[in-house]
């Protein structure tokens, strides 16, 4: 009885979450924004999180010239989806009507060509390609062992090798990815404008003056202050309710 109760309990939860994500496009077909705004947000207050929802709540909030919010919304569909060509371009979009113009500082050399190469896929699909590759070898293996002409034994052999390296690769890509996604720590400023101190106080000199939309990144917290770093490579102290953390 009590089985059959969770699965009722469990299936009215999901017919319920499908109606809110389906009225909140209703909504926003609608011209509602607002009211499709709380749609989508009782998804996540039931903990449905996905980048199509963030990319929609993203679209709403940019349709009422909402700019931070809109960033933000965007920036947690890519942290889902980071290769989402159209949450890609809306987010650029939005990024044109923040009034910061902060450089971008590239990295370069072999640090841009490790990032670039292990960003192409997320630390879960890298696993998943591990286990691929994993697979794989123990077919060569099997094929080597049980193979009766030295011309096969000698095929499979090279493949298993080729088949190691490529397995070490995308185990130590996916190693290196979850500790990038990890460590890095994007924030979007939400207050109209603030200042950033060069010490966690108020009576810290003004470094500069950012906006609301504003991509930084979060390096360490003391107290109500948290250190940030720009897209410029310049670094202060910021208001911790000045921004909200994207993960």
């Known amino acids: 009885m009590k089985n059959i109760v969770y699965i009722i309990v469990l299936v009215s939860q999901v017919f319920f979450a499908q109606n809110n994500f389906e009225k909140g496009n209703s909504l926003y077909k609608s011209g509602k924004?607002?009211?499709?705004?709380?749609?989508?947000?009782?998804?996540?207050?039931?903990?449905?999180?996905?980048?199509?929802?963030?990319?929609?709540?993203?679209n709403c909030y940019y349709k009422l010239n909402k700019v931070a919010p809109a960033i933000y919304n965007y920036e947690k569909a890519l942290v889902l989806n980071p290769n989402d060509s159209e949450i890609l371009n809306n987010l650029k979009f939005a990024q044109k009507r923040t009034v910061d113009e902060i450089k971008v500082v590239p990295t370069v050399g072999f640090a841009k060509l490790l990032r670039d190469f292990t960003a192409i896929c997320h630390y879960n699909s890298w696993a998943w390609i591990s286990v691929g590759f994993s697979v794989l070898f123990l077919v060569s293996f099997l094929g080597y062992y049980f193979s009766a002409l030295t011309l096969h034994k000698r095929l499979f052999f090279a493949g298993m090798f080729v088949l190691f390296l490529?397995?070490?690769?995308?185990?130590?890509?996916?190693?290196?990815?979850?500790?990038?996604?990890?460590?890095?720590?994007?924030?979007?400023?939400?207050?109209?404008?603030?200042?950033?101190?060069?010490?966690?106080?108020?009576?810290?000199?003004?470094?500069?003056?950012?906006?609301?939309?504003?991509?930084?990144?979060?390096?360490?917290?003391?107290?109500?202050?948290?250190?940030?770093?720009?897209?410029?490579?310049?670094?202060?102290?910021?208001?911790?309710?000045?921004?909200?953390?994207?993960?």
């Open 166 to 247: 490529l397995l070490l690769i995308s185990v130590a890509s996916a190693i290196f990815e979850k500790s990038h996604f990890k460590k890095e720590r994007p924030a979007i400023v939400f207050a109209e404008m603030t200042d950033v101190k060069s010490e966690p106080q108020n009576k810290g000199n003004s470094v500069v003056i950012l906006h609301e939309g504003t991509k930084v990144f979060v390096k360490e917290t003391v107290d109500n202050w948290k250190k940030i770093q720009l897209t410029d490579g310049s670094e202060g102290w910021i208001d911790s309710n000045a921004i909200q953390e994207v993960k």
């Open 33 to 58: 924004y607002e009211q499709a705004i709380d749609a989508y947000t009782s998804e996540l207050t039931a903990k449905k999180h996905s980048a199509e929802l963030y990319f929609n709540l993203g």
